[in-house]
């Protein structure tokens, strides 16, 4: 059993500690927050006994095996390395990290204290995206693709009224393609590699940040359109196009349905399957396995290609906000 421990929370917090005890691989034990009051309000239900407003304590708590980071995105890197130095392992929701600088870093200090750090993209551990995956190996002469995630968020009722939110904030590494794009992009990089090149149209709002925009990933042949926004709603499903078939999804970011649609027959053939109640429960399934074996060779390679994979993001990510001339205060330091 895992001895977890968690900084930030919010509610996708509450949500990932279902999942973990849901696994019966974790309990909870510590919570990190800004305040006691704060930290037992959250942790308490869950029967956690360590509290926490000190960093380097919280780390340094031999109680404690994993740490879940749910912090603003531009804190993730110093609390994970702190928590890695103390030799504890993290699962740092996405984005990771800010900018390549910091997630070499980070990964230099994992390795160099023998723990594992996951970035928490918890779709790419669900079964319809790994069934989407094997699917898109079997399409002919692909011809592109098309995702869609974009949210309104009730945070962007602040920036209307002249304040910055941290999820809006260049100090705190926000926007709409940190926040929602990166679920497409990690759809795309899983599906179809690193593009050959890659460009970002984005709207920018008062903070500074981006509030909408459109991606377009250049491959071989093809291209992949990605709508990302936190300032309007969208309810388009996410298709992938072949000359013979076309697969359509009803979202990107958490699938529940995939259906195969044949060019000449226009018949839909649906593949998916039934989706867990609680999205998260993959991961910190996946996660948890790593953790407790690290002497077996598969799920080590697992790890290796999910790390793989989030570096290929994390620059794939940079190289969009230096299209679009987004400069996190992180970039700077």
Request: aromatic share 10%; net charge negative; with cysteine.
């Given at each position: 059993?895992?001895?977890?421990?968690?900084?930030?929370?919010?509610?996708?917090?509450n949500?990932?500690?279902?999942?973990?005890?849901?696994?019966?691989?974790?309990?909870?034990?510590g919570?990190y927050?800004r305040?006691i009051?704060?930290?037992?309000?959250?942790?308490?239900p869950?029967?956690?006994?360590?509290?926490?407003?000190?960093?380097?304590?919280?780390?340094?708590n031999?109680d404690i095996?994993?740490?879940?980071i749910?912090?603003?995105n531009s804190?993730?890197?110093?609390?994970?390395?702190?928590?890695?130095e103390?030799g504890?392992?993290?699962?740092v929701?996405?984005?990771?990290?800010?900018?390549p600088?910091?997630?070499?870093?980070?990964i230099?200090?994992?390795?160099k204290?023998?723990?594992f750090?996951?970035?928490?993209?918890?779709?790419?551990h669900?079964e319809?995206?790994?069934?989407v995956?094997?699917e898109?190996?079997?399409?002919?002469?692909?011809?592109?693709?098309?995702?869609a995630?974009?949210?309104y968020?009730?945070?962007?009722?602040?920036?209307?009224n002249?304040?910055?939110?941290n999820i809006?904030?260049?100090?705190?590494?926000?926007?709409?393609l940190?926040?929602?794009g990166?679920?497409?992009?990690?759809?795309a990089?899983s599906?179809?590699?690193?593009?050959?090149?890659?460009?970002?149209?984005?709207?920018?709002?008062?903070?500074?940040v981006?509030?909408?925009?459109t991606?377009i990933?250049?491959?071989?042949?093809?291209?992949?359109?990605?709508l990302?926004g936190?300032?309007?709603?969208s309810?388009l499903?996410?298709?992938i196009y072949?000359?013979n078939k076309?697969?359509?999804?009803?979202?990107?970011?958490s699938?529940n349905?995939i259906?195969?649609?044949?060019?000449?027959?226009?018949l839909k053939?649906?593949?998916?399957?039934s989706?867990?109640?609680?999205p998260?429960e993959?991961?910190?399934?996946?996660?948890a396995d790593v953790?407790?074996?690290?002497?077996?060779?598969?799920?080590?390679?697992?790890?290796k290609?999910?790390?793989t994979?989030?570096?290929?993001?994390?620059?794939?990510?940079?190289?969009?906000?230096?299209?679009?001339?987004?400069?996190?205060?992180a970039?700077?330091?």
């Amino acid at each position: 059993m895992l001895n977890l421990g968690i900084i930030g929370t919010n509610w996708i917090t509450n949500q990932f500690v279902d999942a973990a005890i849901a696994t019966q691989e974790y309990q909870m034990v510590g919570v990190y927050s800004r305040s006691i009051e704060k930290a037992k309000a959250f942790g308490e239900p869950y029967h956690a006994t360590v509290f926490e407003t000190s960093l380097e304590a919280f780390a340094t708590n031999t109680d404690i095996d994993v740490v879940y980071i749910a912090s603003p995105n531009s804190m993730h890197y110093e609390q994970a390395v702190t928590l890695m130095e103390a030799g504890k392992h993290v699962i740092v929701e996405k984005p990771i990290f800010s900018n390549p600088r910091e997630w070499t870093a980070a990964i230099k200090v994992a390795e160099k204290n023998n723990v594992f750090i996951f970035e928490a993209a918890r779709h790419v551990h669900e079964e319809n995206f790994k069934i989407v995956k094997e699917e898109v190996k079997s399409i002919e002469n692909l011809q592109g693709a098309t995702f869609a995630y974009m949210k309104y968020s009730s945070r962007y009722d602040a920036v209307l009224n002249g304040e910055e939110p941290n999820i809006f904030s260049l100090n705190f590494s926000g926007g709409a393609l940190a926040d929602l794009g990166i679920y497409p992009l990690y759809a795309a990089i899983s599906w179809f590699g690193v593009p050959e090149s890659s460009h970002y149209f984005c709207t920018k709002i008062a903070t500074g940040v981006d509030g909408k925009g459109t991606i377009i990933l250049r491959y071989k042949g093809f291209d992949v359109t990605i709508l990302a926004g936190k300032i309007v709603n969208s309810y388009l499903p996410a298709e992938i196009y072949g000359l013979n078939k076309t697969l359509s999804m009803d979202s990107i970011e958490s699938i529940n349905t995939i259906e195969v649609i044949d060019r000449k027959t226009k018949l839909k053939e649906s593949i998916a399957q039934s989706a867990s109640e609680n999205p998260m429960e993959d991961e910190a399934k996946d996660f948890a396995d790593v953790i407790n074996f690290p002497d077996d060779a598969a799920k080590q390679a697992e790890y290796k290609e999910w790390l793989t994979l989030s570096q290929q993001v994390n620059q794939v990510m940079t190289d969009l906000r230096k299209d679009a001339g987004i400069v996190f205060a992180a970039d700077e330091k």
